[in-house]
């Protein structure tokens, strides 16, 4: 049960050989660590350092963090009236009686699997976009 040390060969220092119960890890204690108070310090400012941080904690991909910066950058020129998780859920609420929800049954290998599937009735989608003062008045209904 013996813990035997080797160092790569160019450093010079030789193998040792320490006996198990005299083997242990040396660790500054809690008071010898000296707390950072100021961990944003390299960053240009606090809130880009509570967003890195915020990315790190999210697991965000480079495209998705790429993404959400546009976003909050793109938040300068248009209103952004979301302020919490509640006010996103609000208006998915909103927006999901436009949709219908079907499940389909798939048979695979004996066995039949479940999906549900959301869509958006075409009728009611045309018909939105007819209502639209923007795009309604461009739709021609006469050959031409």
Known sequence: DD???????????????DRFADFCWHTMTCSQVPENTT?????ASHIEFNFAELILEANLTKLQTNELISLIRHTAIE???VTNYDGICKMWDAASPC??????????RDKEHNFDVWYRPLWDWAY???????????FIFDAQ
């Open 39 to 43: 961990p944003w310090e390299l960053f």
């Open 99 to 108: 949709h219908a929800n079907i499940m389909i049954l798939v048979p695979h």
């Open 79 to 81: 209103r952004f009236l």
């Open 3 to 17: 813990i035997r040390t080797e160092y790569h060969p160019c450093s010079g220092i030789p193998m040792k050989t």
């Open 128 to 138: 939105d976009l007819l209502k639209d003062p923007r795009l309604g008045p461009h």
